[in-house]
Structures are given as C-alpha cells and as structure tokens.
C-alpha cells in the first residue's frame, strides 16, 4: 500500500451466489423463522424498494439482511442492472464521529477505506449517475445520523461538496407499524441530522412489531457485528464458523434461491406493482424487467 493509505479492512461475509465456495457450511438446520415469513419479507422488502426510489439502494447493518439476501436472488441477472449494496458496520459504540477520529484516527481511516471500496466514498456519491438511498431498522434514528456526519467528514477529507452530497442521498427507515395521528411520535422530527440537511429525502416502511423485533433483535445474523472495535482489526477479514453464523448462512441461502425462482419473482412483481409508486415510471420499468426476466431456478 502506498504510504498514509490504509489498508483495507472488509468485513467477511460470504458470496451465497457461489455453492463451491460454500461446501459443507450448507449441511445442517436453518436459522430459525416461521411460515409467513417469506410473505412478510416480501411485502417490507417491496416497500423498501418502492419508497427508496431510483438509484443504488444501501442496507446499513446487519438488520435487514435477509431482505438483502432475498433481493439479491431476485435482481440477479436482470437487466438492467439494479444496484444494491449492503454496508456491514455498527455504530453502537459511537456518539460523535468527530470525536472518535480524534481519539481513533485509525479506526476511521480503516472505515472509511472500506466505505470507498464500496463505492460509496463521498466523491463517488457526487459522480454517480443516480442517488444512493440508505436503508435500515430505526428506533431512533441514530445510525443515520451518525453516517450523515461520517460522510461530511469524508467530504472534508476527500475535498469534495457537502451539497452536492446531500442532494444525492436518501434513507427509508423501517419502523414499527403505529396509529397514524397529529400526535404521532415520527422518529425523522426529532433527529438534529434531518433539520440540518436543507431538502431531506426521507421515507419510511411501516412493519408489525413482531417482525421489526426479530430482524432487528432476535435473528441470527450471518456475521459478526462490525462495530467500532473492528473496523482497524485485520482479523474482520475473516469468517466466524460459529453455529449461530452457519445457521444464517443457510437461511440467508435459501432466501437468495427463492429469489431466483420465477414464481418468486411474480410475486415479488406483483407486489410492487400494487403499490401507489407504481405512477413513476422507474418502478414501472422494474416490474417489466422482473417479469421478463422470469426466473433462474
């Protein structure tokens, strides 16, 4: 590497699309779910999709990583491409981002790195020929405060235009399904970040209780949360054989095939095509590629 650049620390986590990778890993029970899951996983991630709206849609964390790994299976191959991402850091241990590169430079650096081999560095947000939308579970809204001004951050380092930025990126918060009132409590009105940001593009998939509670809570999760501690640590790079991984991984496998498969991949279609959003005319291309498509399995 060259000098003061810092090596890159990937969080591990296995390609699913590639079986001969996979081996043995694949033997043995699933993490655990129920029988309506894939119905409920279906609807959230239709509306996360839907409400995000055209452009590279990001899964923060490790939440809504089954909605990632099923979307996955169901974009695969069809064109045009649909670009998805999912960025594997927690910022559990972080209150003020300044603050840790101050007492942490290395740790930020390591991030940051990792963030621009993700293609989401803030010179890339500029350049991309489409927004970026950023989606995850929300209780607060902290984890998107806390990447707002890890991003500005990287706009000072980078020297590129925090406006500009700000302009090119969007979140679609997942939350827990409440009456909806004047007195509504709405997690984006009391969050400093949003005031901050002169035109916020900000959306919300509403979800039961029960389900935001094992996706953000319960679930097994396929790797190790990549929190502040991890970020710098090169050991990040590799994979956590532990049973509660393993069970993920099979689960997160067979969420991918179902997405694959040209039933799914109707219903998926048909999904999104019930929504309202449907009047803009990028969804409608969407639905159009997934039923061309029809199906890999």
């Not at 899951?37 to 239709?46: D, G, N, P």
């Not at 452009?55 to 064109?79: A, K, M």
């Not at 081999?117 to 579970?137: H, M, Q, Y």
């Not at 935001?212 to 991890?230: C, D, Q």
Request: charged fraction near 25%.
């Amino acid at each position: 590497m060259p000098h003061g650049t810092p090596d890159i620390v990937r969080p591990f986590r296995w390609n699913i699309a590639r079986r001969n990778e996979l081996g043995s890993l694949l033997e043995g029970p699933r993490a655990e779910s129920w029988p309506g899951f894939i119905v409920e996983l279906r609807r959230m991630t239709a509306l996360a999709v839907a409400r995000s709206g055209p452009g590279t849609i990001v899964f923060v964390g490790r939440s809504l990583e089954s909605s990632f790994d099923y979307l996955s299976g169901i974009v695969e191959g069809v064109e045009p491409r649909f670009p998805l991402k999912l960025l594997q850091v927690s910022f559990s241990a972080v209150r003020d981002i300044e603050a840790t590169a101050a007492q942490s430079p290395d740790k930020i650096a390591a991030l940051t790195a990792y963030l621009r081999s993700e293609g989401l560095s803030a010179t890339e947000l500029t350049i991309a020929d489409e927004p970026t939308t950023f989606v995850d579970i929300v209780a607060t809204g902290g984890t998107f405060g806390t990447l707002v001004s890890l991003l500005r951050l990287m706009c000072r380092t980078e020297g590129a235009d925090w406006n500009v930025v700000e302009r090119r990126i969007g979140f679609t918060g997942v939350v827990i399904a409440g009456k909806t009132s004047p007195n509504t409590w709405r997690w984006w009105q009391h969050e400093p970040w949003v005031a901050e940001l002169k035109k916020p593009r900000i959306s919300n998939v509403s979800i039961p209780g029960y389900l935001w509670g094992f996706l953000g809570n319960n679930a097994e999760k396929v790797t190790r949360s990549h929190n502040l501690w991890r970020w710098a640590d090169p050991a990040s790079r590799s994979p956590d054989h532990g049973d509660e991984h393993t069970r993920a991984l099979r689960l997160a496998v067979s969420l991918y095939d179902q997405g694959l498969a040209r039933e799914e991949r109707s219903r998926f279609a048909d999904e999104l095509a019930r929504l309202p959003e449907m009047r803009h005319a990028w969804l409608r291309r969407l639905v159009t590629a997934l039923r061309r498509a029809g199906g890999r399995r």
